[in-house]
């Protein structure tokens, strides 16, 4: 069974920045892609950015484009995503996510909290 784990998410004010990594273990190989998903309270879960394994295409909701950046990590087994100029609207508990037709996701992990102070 396949395994992520976030970390990284934290109390930050408005126009700061944040960077959320995902670490992950098991069966995810180069059909997958990865991404990051939030979902605040009183709402549904959405997609945030993806990036696939073995290309670097990068996909993004048009709420965060311009302000965050998903990457990968060298050993390919751990995702960033860079939040910049962050708003009060981006709070969410944050999800790291692995499938191989994102947005519909085979893994997730356990979510990391993210504020953003007024």
């Known amino acids: 069974q396949a395994q992520l784990v976030e970390s990284g998410g934290g109390l930050v004010q408005a126009g700061g920045s944040l960077r959320l990594s995902c670490a992950a273990s098991?069966?995810?190989?180069?059909?997958?892609?990865m991404g990051w998903f939030r979902q605040a309270p009183g709402k549904e879960r959405e997609f945030v950015a993806g990036?696939?394994?073995?290309?670097?295409?990068?996909y993004y909701d048009d709420s965060v484009k311009g302000r965050f950046t998903i990457s990968r990590g060298n050993a390919r087994d751990t995702v960033y995503l860079q939040m910049n100029s962050l708003k009060p609207e981006d709070t969410a508990v944050y999800y790291c996510?692995?499938?191989?037709?994102?947005?519909?996701?085979?893994?997730w992990g356990q979510g990391t909290q993210v504020t953003v102070s007024s």
């Open positions: 996510a692995a499938g191989r037709n994102l947005p519909t996701a085979d893994y």
């Open positions: 098991g069966p995810i190989g180069s059909s997958y892609a």
């Open positions: 990036i696939g394994w073995t290309t670097p295409s990068t």
